[in-house]
């Protein structure tokens, strides 16, 4: 390489630095316009006929940090964006590699400083956010639409581990557990049968050798759990599989939710809320930190979590279980009450719910990386013998007579989640699942390929190729609730009768269960 060259490559990277720093000056400025638009909405609410926020916020501390930031910010503006033209300016001049590497000191410390204000100013605003009180928070919120609003329940999600539980609460909570599971039986769809292994039934036993007869069961109390509290880590697959957690239990344990819109208008979240719900803004990084905050308390609290660690339901056609969070790991690790894995099945024609509870989990001498796969395999491990118990096995004859039996599950899936109304496109935070960054599945490498030009040199490899994502991008799930949540899916594929198919079982003799 030439030293023409090597200059020619500096200069290009240090252009890539300054559109950077380009970007975190936007990302500036956007979030002070935010934080602006809450204080002039706060400051209208003080002046309206009937504030529904107390005068003391606009004179505590947190407020006047908040507001002295966001001016500062906002007066910067400009000698930011003429920074950047002049460091352009600085780079394109012929002055050899050592003033462009100067150059290059220069905008990363102007890169790190815009990224210092970004973290100063929401630190004010999440400390000025808990000046107010949640009561305080839902009031400011708009709905131009006139949907239906859970306005009491909506408050959860302004509730931090500082306030969002007290000890009286968790008390009147366990009071109250029988009347509560009482009330979802009798709301409940389906019937809730607990299928339960019991350690010194298991011992010395391959699966192969248990009679599962002996261990299906109709109680209300799931023995063998001795602790005042666990981390319940259940596979996630349909609607109310949470009521089927609730009644299976002995002990009150609070639902790790992140469904914004279902807490803001489906009344049924009521119900949930009344079991206990900690509140998680999956698409917030300080929201999850929070969330994980809240479940400590829980749990040193004695009282138990339950947490959906694949973030959102199942709805692949070939994994027993997706991939899986590590928060379950974590939070064993902080507070030492075990992780019990549980396995929730429901039949096709969705009258019946089997829970199968593991047994309690110690990672001592795991990294999480084992800890998340020993959950996975033993949730796995259940939910594979749920299906050989329960499931009538398709058959190939079946799926030769569907049309498109890849659109027949889409539907089905989009079924689980359209049992509720939902008011808005909300499919990038419910659909929010895992992601394991070291592994590259085929559909993330043929969407790579998405602006490669097709030749006739390259057709060969390419067409294939491009073929196939075509076939991705028709069974994307995610693009297929954002089409059609808000529509009459009968209406959209009139000809599909997926809907009305029933698997019919030949009648045989009931199975006797042993008392």
């Known amino acids: 390489m030439t030293e023409e060259e090597k200059y020619k490559q500096v200069e290009l990277g240090l252009i890539n630095l300054v559109e950077k720093y380009e970007e975190e000056v936007n990302k500036l400025d956007k979030k002070a316009k935010e934080a602006l638009r809450f204080i002039i909405k706060i400051q209208q609410n003080l002046q309206s006929k009937k504030p529904t926020i107390n005068k003391r916020v606009v004179k505590t501390e947190e407020y006047f940090n908040l507001n002295g930031i ?31 590497n100067t150059v290059k000191v220069t905008i990363e410390n102007l890169i790190n400083s815009v990224r210092g204000f970004q973290d100063e100013l929401q630190e004010d605003y999440l400390e000025f956010r808990k000046t107010l009180s949640p009561k305080e928070m839902v009031s400011l919120e708009s709905n131009p639409r006139n949907l239906p609003f859970n306005k009491n329940l909506a408050r959860v999600k302004y509730s931090t581990s500082e306030n969002f539980v007290t000890k009286t609460g968790l008390t009147l909570r366990k009071l109250g557990l ?67 957690m609730s009644l299976s239990l002995d002990r009150l344990a609070y639902y790790l939710v992140g469904s914004t819109d279902q807490i803001d208008h489906n009344p049924v ?72 894995p549980v396995s929730t099945h429901t039949t096709l024609d969705a009258s019946t719910v089997y829970v199968c509870f593991g047994k309690p989990l110690d990672f001592t001498g795991m990294d999480k990386y084992e800890a998340r796969d020993l959950i996975r395999e033993k949730i796995a491990e259940m939910h594979y013998e749920q299906i050989r118990q329960h499931s009538i096995p398709l058959t190939r004859e079946y799926l030769d007579s569907r049309e498109d039996y890849h659109l027949d599950y889409m539907i089905s899936r989009r079924q689980e989640y359209c049992h509720h109304t939902w008011y808005d496109d909300v499919w990038d935070e419910e659909l929010t699942g895992f992601i394991n960054k070291n592994v590259t599945s085929p559909e993330e490498v043929r969407a790579s390929l998405d602006n490669v030009r097709v030749t006739p040199e390259n057709a060969y490899i390419l067409a294939p190729i491009l073929s196939r994502r075509e076939q991705d991008k028709k069974y994307d799930f995610k693009q297929f609730m954002k089409d059609t949540y808000d529509k009459d899916i009968r209406e959209l594929y009139p000809d599909n009768n997926i809907l009305d198919f029933e698997y019919q079982k030949e009648k045989g003799k009931s199975r006797q269960r042993k008392k």
């Open 178 to 244: 029988k009347v509560m599971q009482n009330a979802l039986k009798s709301a409940s769809r389906r019937n809730t049968i607990i299928e339960e292994y019991h350690p010194e039934f298991l011992e010395g036993k391959t699966p192969e050798e248990i009679d599962r007869t002996d261990t299906l069961v109709e109680v209300e109390k799931v023995t063998g759990l001795d602790d005042d509290a666990y981390i319940f880590a259940p596979n996630h697959l349909f609607d109310e599989e949470s009521n089927s």
């Open 269 to 340: 979240l009521n119900f949930l809320w009344l079991s206990g719900i900690a509140y998680v803004n999956r698409q917030d990084k300080d929201s999850r930190k929070d969330s994980v905050r809240k479940m400590e308390k829980l749990l040193e609290n004695k009282t138990s979590v339950i947490e959906y660690i694949e973030g959102r339901y199942n709805n692949t056609e070939n994994k027993l279980v997706e991939g899986m969070f590590y928060s379950a790991f974590e939070l064993w690790e902080k507070t030492g009450k075990k992780v019990v």
């Open 70 to 100: 966001i001016v500062f910010i906002l007066e910067s503006k400009d000698g930011y964006y003429n920074q950047i033209s002049e460091l352009y300016e600085k780079i394109l001049k012929t002055q050899g590699i050592n003033y462009l």
